[in-house]
C-alpha cells in the first residue's frame, strides 16, 4: 500500500459516513472472501460507534457476515467508480473470479481477519451485532465499528479534507443505475 | 409555495435519499409543530419504499413522531445551510418559538396532517412501522414512504438534476460542527 492510511479515533469514525457516501461492504468466511456495492449504510451511533447496512438476501456477501460475524464497511473514491459499480453488479454465485474480474485488489490489517479493498479513501471494521428480526424483516443489519482507518490525504485531524485533495479521492454517491455523483464544495455554517 | 412541487413516484422516492443527503424530519402532534435536522437518515427498502432515520430520545420531535406515529422526511439545499444548522442546534423544549426563530416556513398537502418545510427541494411523507426494541435500544425509527414530491427544477423524470440545476438547490452533506459538502460533479459508470 503506497497510500499513507492512518487510525481513526473511535468516537470520530462515524464522521467517514455523515456525509452519506456509497461505500463497499467486504468479508471473509471460511477463506471465501467478497465485496459488493451499498448505498444504503448509514451512522447509528456515535461511542461506541455504530453503523446500519441493508444487505439483500441475495448477496454472497450477506451470508460470509452472518457466518463470521464481521465485516468491514470501506468509502471508495472516484478513481473507482468502474469498480463500485461493477463490484455492484457482479454476483460471486454467477462468477468465482468476480474480484479478479473486476479490479479488486485486497490487503489486511494485523489483528483483523477481513479483506479490505485497496485505494478506498477510509475503512471500518465491524462486529455484526446480531438482530435477526431485522436482519429477516428489513435485510437491516446493525455493526459496531471495532477499528478504522483513512487514507490521510484526505481525511485526517478528524475531518475529511475533500476540498484541499486531490479530486479523484472525493466519495461516491449512488443515484440510481450507474449514475453517482462525487461529493462536492464545503459549506461552513 | 412558488416552486414547481410534483408528486414522486412511490417506486422511486429512495432516489431522493440514495445520494445520502443530510435530511430535515418534521412531525405533528396535539397542535405542536417541530422540525429537526439529521443526518442519519437512510433508504431501506423499494417499493413499497421504507427508510430508516435515527432520532436521539431528547429531541421533541421524537415525541411528536411516537405520538402521531407520521412524519416528513425532507431534503434541504444550498440556499438553506443556516436554517438546516439552525433547527439542529435549537430545541424546541428551550426555545418554543424556535421555528420562527430559525426561519423555518411551514406548509402542508392536501391529505396530510404534517408540517412541511417550504423551500426543500423534496419532501416524503412516512408512517410510523412500530418497531419497539429498535427505538428504545438505537433510537432507530422505520418509517413507510406513503407520498412524496420533489422541486421540478432539480428532481424529474425520476432523478435528481443537479448538474444543471441553480447551485443553490444542492443537497447538504453533514459531517461534524457545521461544516457540510454539497453535493458535486454527476459521473456515469
Not at 468466511?29 to 441493508?54: E, G, I, R, S
Request: charged letters at 20%.
Amino acid at each position: 500500500m503506497s497510500a499513507p492510511i492512518r487510525p481513526v479515533d473511535l468516537a470520530k469514525a462515524y464522521r467517514l459516513l455523515n456525509h452519506g457516501p456509497t461505500v463497499l461492504v467486504s468479508a471473509r468466511h471460511q477463506a471465501v472472501d467478497n465485496v459488493m456495492a451499498a448505498a444504503w449504510c448509514c451512522a447509528l451511533d456515535f461511542d461506541p460507534p455504530k453503523l446500519t447496512v441493508v444487505l439483500d438476501k441475495a448477496t454472497r456477501t450477506r451470508a460470509l457476515i452472518e457466518g463470521s460475524g464481521l465485516f468491514a464497511i470501506q468509502v471508495p473514491t472516484v478513481a473507482q467508480l468502474q469498480l463500485t459499480q461493477a463490484v455492484g453488479n457482479a454476483s460471486l454465485a454467477d462468477d468465482p473470479a468476480k474480484l479478479a474480474h473486476t479490479g479488486v485488489e485486497l490487503f489486511t490489517m494485523e489483528g483483523h481477519d477481513l479483506p479490505l479493498v485497496a485505494g478506498c479513501s477510509a475503512w471500518l471494521v465491524c462486529r455484526l451485532i446480531d438482530e435477526p428480526h431485522n436482519q429477516q424483516a428489513y435485510d437491516l443489519f446493525i455493526g459496531e465499528v471495532i477499528a478504522a482507518w483513512a487514507d490521510e490525504r484526505v481525511f485526517r485531524d478528524g475531518r475529511w479534507h475533500f476540498e484541499t485533495a486531490d479530486p479523484s479521492l472525493r466519495s461516491l454517491h449512488h443515484v440510481a443505475g450507474g449514475h453517482y455523483y462525487a461529493i462536492g464544495e464545503a459549506l461552513k455554517a
